[in-house]
């Protein structure tokens, strides 16, 4: 019965990775700061800028900046791509040039300031370095801005945007004390419904592993200081520190006293770019599902499928 049942997860999975899917945005606003990213799943990076967004909320605030910012992140997810930055007085319409087509759906009202990325992984002290480079370079964004073609990354637009080698100067200047400041802040990850359980929260550039209980009550389980994933299946929550590596925190009543699992790495990640597929099986097992292209002979891209072990922190292929 039981390899019935994950024989039908993978023909269901393997199906539904045949389908075409879309990109889309997400979009929230914290005070004067509107946020957008544009991805292709729900991965955990729209949470993480976010997060951002609310940072670079403080740092307006500190530097005395009240008229809006328009924080528009490209999540070049598929890959490594070398992180490009575009700055801006505008509207923040972009041309496609591909089609000639306008995004007349602009969010912006009036002109702001736009601050662009396209990258991989996004990073809050950059995000923070562009915002604070923005408001005390204004008057020369303005007058220097000048649209250009951009064609990288599958990107084809059209924008305005100040020098690119500038802005990229910018980044790596030393940090300020008041990014330091708010950089200290800590930040919970954007979540309305969650109440009690296992969370994480953003501080010094740190991802910090909670567990709260139903009176409110807290303790750190663990800080790491990447974050790839963060998905809560059945009663197990499962951080992804990277593309390949994961632990499972959970407090079982079997044979691992602990709450955080030893790190797994699964071979054959790296050339995965989806979220994972995780499943509750039943008890406390789980399966783990992705594909990847290999050289190999045969159907590509090739199904993988693990089975995760709670009680036990074991992980076994398929």
């Keep these: 019965m039981m390899k019935k049942t994950l024989l039908s997860i993978i023909i269901i999975f393997s199906i539904q990775n045949t389908f075409a899917h879309q990109d889309f945005w997400m979009i929230k606003d914290y005070g004067n700061i509107k946020v957008r990213i ?138 300020s004390q008041e990014i330091k400041s708010i950089m200290s802040t800590r930040i919970e990850r954007p979540d309305k419904d969650f109440k009690f359980g296992y969370t994480y929260y953003w501080q010094n550039d740190k991802y910090l592993i909670i567990d709260r209980d139903v009176y409110g009550k807290e303790r750190i389980v663990k800080e790491f200081e990447e974050l790839y994933d963060f998905k809560k299946v059945g ?41 994972y597929k995780l499943e509750h099986l039943g008890g406390y097992k789980y399966s783990i599902y992705f594909s990847y292209n290999s050289n190999e002979e045969g159907w590509q891209p090739k199904p993988s499928t693990l089975i995760y072990d709670e009680t036990t922190d074991e992980l076994i292929k398929l």
């Design 38 to 175: 544009k991805t292709g799943y729900q991965y955990e990076e729209i949470n993480k800028v976010f997060i951002y967004g609310q940072l670079a909320e403080k740092l307006a605030i500190e530097l005395g900046y009240k008229d809006q910012i328009f924080l528009d992140f490209n999540h070049h997810y598929t890959g490594e791509c070398e992180s490009d930055y575009f700055i801006s007085y505008d509207k923040g319409a972009i041309e496609y040039t591909w089609n000639g087509s306008t995004d007349q759906k602009s969010l912006l009202r009036n002109k702001s300031i736009v601050i662009r990325q396209v990258s991989r992984k996004f990073n809050a002290e950059t995000t923070l370095k562009l915002v604070e480079y923005a408001i005390q370079n204004l008057p020369e964004i303005k007058s220097n801005q000048n649209y250009i073609v951009y064609n990288e990354n599958y990107c084809q637009w059209k924008i305005q945007t100040i020098d690119m080698m500038k802005i990229k100067q910018s980044v790596e200047e030393s940090t």
């Design 235 to 275: 009663n197990c929550t499962f951080v992804f520190t990277s593309i390949s590596d994961f632990y499972t925190v959970n407090k079982t009543y079997g044979r691992r006293p602990e709450i955080i699992s030893k790190k797994w790495t699964i071979n054959n990640a790296e050339l995965n770019y989806r979220p």
